[in-house]
């Protein structure tokens, strides 16, 4: 989160003195603005407010009809959530390579089709955008699904459409940590009516069920899912921060663009898809060797991003060992559906992903600089780069 202010607290005050809190009966209808609000800022015909961003993946894999016996590919460099969230469906993720872009990669992707794979889920990891003309001609030549998780990329874009809105369905977080936040809260979106309708059903499947009005016009009938349902206090919250998107982005890519050409020659950074559409909020240096990275990490306070624990695929406990639920009936790892298709996960199945990993390091760009703030940022970077 980089903006929150008194517009915020305004529109909660406003929120609060209704008394009125619960999505449904809200009269201020601050979740249904929040949609409008994604709808048109993300030209995305069907986008859900939810809980969160984790709620979204599992709402659109549902939506997908993706379950037991099915395979989903996911890059070996992404938050646990990305992985955790196709076991929820009781489907089999696949773990590939990502490329020196520290994005999924295309060509791994292609190596890992089997005839079960039935959806993609490139990951907008740092908020640097995957390849998706070559994810989306992939995806088509084999008639699979794409979900964006664009958890970490509220806004971004790529070749001018934003990230979340290319492939079949997109998800994107609004947690604490993300570029804009109300706390906790993510969104689905999606153009695809099927998709919509049972991810609607599935995030909310009481509610919607007692609200039945719901399901008017609807083709698919009620089901068993779970309550994702957002909720007005965050919807406030995001409300005007969906309405600081797009000067926060600007912020961000203007400190790195300026940051990046002030070190031509001096640095070298991590290729890029889509310079312009990158979300700008992490400069991605990059070094020749492990430890130069580590080195040049301590000297900057950056991160290397082999050590930020969950992101990186040999951490992700709970999949690695194959302990997809509490109750054993219920875990995918041992479903009669999964037999043939359990995937052997080994610490070192992703060599390419883990050398790019150890030999890059990240700086956050920051978002409010002064033109002082930013020549100190640049000549400290310059400083702990020894030039
Ligand atoms: C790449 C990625 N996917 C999914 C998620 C899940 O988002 P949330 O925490 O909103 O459930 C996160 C959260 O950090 C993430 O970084």
Same mark, same amino acid.
């Given at each position: ?117 039935k959806a993609i889920i ?30 970490? #990329?509220?806004?971004?874009?790529? +070749?001018?459409? *934003? =990230?979340?809105? $290319? ?5 994107? /977080?609004?947690? @604490? ?57 965050? #919807?406030?919250?995001?409300?005007? +921060?969906?309405? *600081? =998107?797009?000067? $926060? ?5 203007? /400190?790195?663009? @300026? ?58 406990t709970a999949i690695m ?67």
């Amino acid at each position: 989160m980089y903006r929150m202010g008194k517009e915020e607290v305004l529109e909660l005050e406003k929120l609060i003195e209704t008394k009125k809190l619960f999505k449904t009966e809200s009269v201020l209808k601050e979740s249904r603005q929040v949609e409008e609000k994604l709808g048109k800022l993300f030209d995305t015909k069907y986008p859900i407010f939810m809980t969160s961003g984790h709620a979204g993946l599992v709402s659109a894999l549902v939506g997908m009809g993706i379950g037991p016996g099915d395979e989903v590919i996911v890059p070996a460099y992404t938050y646990i959530a990305t992985a955790m969230a196709v076991v929820a469906v009781g489907a089999m993720p696949v773990i590939v390579e990502v490329n020196e872009t520290l994005t999924i990669d295309p060509e791994d992707i292609r190596k890992n089709i089997t005839p079960h794979t039935k959806a993609i889920i490139p990951v907008h990891i740092q908020g640097f955008p995957c390849d998706m003309k070559s994810i989306m001609e992939i995806a088509r030549e084999h008639n699979i699904f794409v979900l964006e998780d664009a958890c970490q #990329a509220d806004g971004g874009h790529f +070749q001018g459409k *934003r =990230l979340g809105t $290319i492939g079949d369905a997109g998800a994107l /977080s609004f947690n @604490y940590y993300k570029i804009v936040s109300s706390g906790e809260g993510g969104a689905l979106l999606t153009d695809s009516r099927e998709i919509y309708e049972r991810a609607l059903i599935y995030h909310d499947s009481s509610a919607v069920a007692f609200f039945g009005d719901q399901l008017n016009g609807f083709s698919t009938k009620e089901f068993c899912g779970h309550e994702f349902r957002s909720n007005e206090l965050c #919807a406030a919250v995001m409300n005007i +921060q969906l309405d *600081r =998107l797009d000067s $926060i982005l600007k912020s961000l890519r203007d /400190s790195k663009k @300026y940051i990046m050409d002030s070190l031509k020659g001096i640095a070298k950074f991590a290729p890029s898809n889509d310079i312009e559409g990158d979300c700008g909020t992490t400069l991605a240096f990059r070094f020749d060797t492990a430890e130069e990275a580590e080195q040049f990490a301590q000297n900057i306070g950056g991160t290397v991003p082999i050590n930020t624990g969950k992101h990186v695929y040999r951490n992700w406990t709970a999949i690695m060992e194959k302990r997809g639920a509490f109750n054993p009936l219920m875990d995918p790892f041992k479903m009669e559906a999964n037999r043939d298709i359990v995937p052997d996960y080994r610490p070192d199945m992703c060599p390419k992903t883990l050398d790019y990993l150890s030999k890059v390091v990240y700086v956050g760009t920051g978002c409010d600089h002064t033109p002082e703030s930013l020549e100190r940022k640049l000549a400290d970077i310059k400083k702990a780069l020894g030039k």
